[in-house]
T-cell receptor
Framework: QQQVKQSPQSLIVQKGGISIINCAYE??????FPWYQQFPGKGPALLIA???DVSEKKEGRFTISFNKSAKQFSLHIMDSQPGDSATYFC??????????WGAGTKLIIKP | DAMVIQNPRYQVTQFGKPVTLSCSQT?????MYWYQQKSSQAPKLLFH???????NEADTPDNFQSRRPNTSFCFLDIRSPGLGDAAMYLC???????????FGPGTRLTVL
């Protein structure tokens, strides 16, 4: 119930392509879904986040799509760039304000 | 700029030798978190403070302790580091009731 399942584990995309990372959850009490971006040797940084009453949120090249009935959400990175190469974590906030993390996706953008 | 600062960025210690990691914040947030992150894994919450109220995760080993002397500072003490404690230790902050956690750059701990 407290898990967030993230896929794929790793992803290679050509420069200019679309990167898509998917997450699924079971606990309907989760009420906030952030995506964090982490570069090697750095702390995670909030990239974009969504609440379950919204189906899509876009910030620049980054979009979250949220399907409440399916209990799934995904991150889309349009026009992917080599600088986007990082590990991406989805997460969900529970009723105790704790973050439940996905396992992470290592994204590599090939020039 | 308001931020979360962790010192040192890299810490090497010997097996069994106590070590202290520090975190400070200029965000004036009343919630502070300590996470452990091992290679290629998600951050794992060790404990958090809501103001001075300490909240320990059930599976956090007794070897890990924390102190928060004031709003701005929080310390992670590892009493007897083992090889399995080698990891990145992340400090994060948030405002009570807010959704977003802000992370520091982390301290990479090596245990020899």
């Amino acid at each position: 119930q407290q898990q967030v399942k993230q896929s794929p584990q790793s992803l290679i995309v050509q420069k200019g392509g679309i990167s898509i990372i998917n997450c699924a959850y079971e606990n309907t009490a989760f009420d906030y879904f952030p995506w964090y971006q982490q570069f090697p040797g750095k702390g995670p940084a909030l990239l974009i986040a969504i609440r379950p009453d919204v189906s899509e949120k876009k910030e620049g090249r980054f979009t979250i799509s949220f399907n409440k009935s399916a209990k799934q959400f995904s991150l889309h990175i349009m026009d992917s760039q080599p600088g986007d190469s990082a590990t991406y974590f989805c997460a969900a906030k529970d009723s105790n304000y704790q973050l439940i993390w996905g396992a992470g996706t290592k994204l590599i953008i090939k020039p | 700029d308001a931020m979360v600062i962790q010192n040192p960025r890299y810490q090497v210690t010997q097996f069994g030798k106590p070590v202290t990691l520090s975190c400070s914040q200029t965000l004036n947030h009343n919630v502070m978190y300590w996470y452990q992150q091992k290679s290629s894994q998600a951050p794992k919450l060790l404990f958090h403070y809501y103001d001075k109220d300490f909240n320990n995760e059930a599976d956090t080993p007794d070897n890990f302790q924390s102190r928060r002397p004031n709003t701005s500072f929080c310390f992670l003490d590892i009493r007897s580091p083992g090889l399995g404690d080698a990891a990145m230790y992340l400090c994060a902050t948030s405002t009570a009731g807010a959704d977003t956690q802000y992370f520091g750059p982390g301290t990479r701990l090596t245990v020899l």
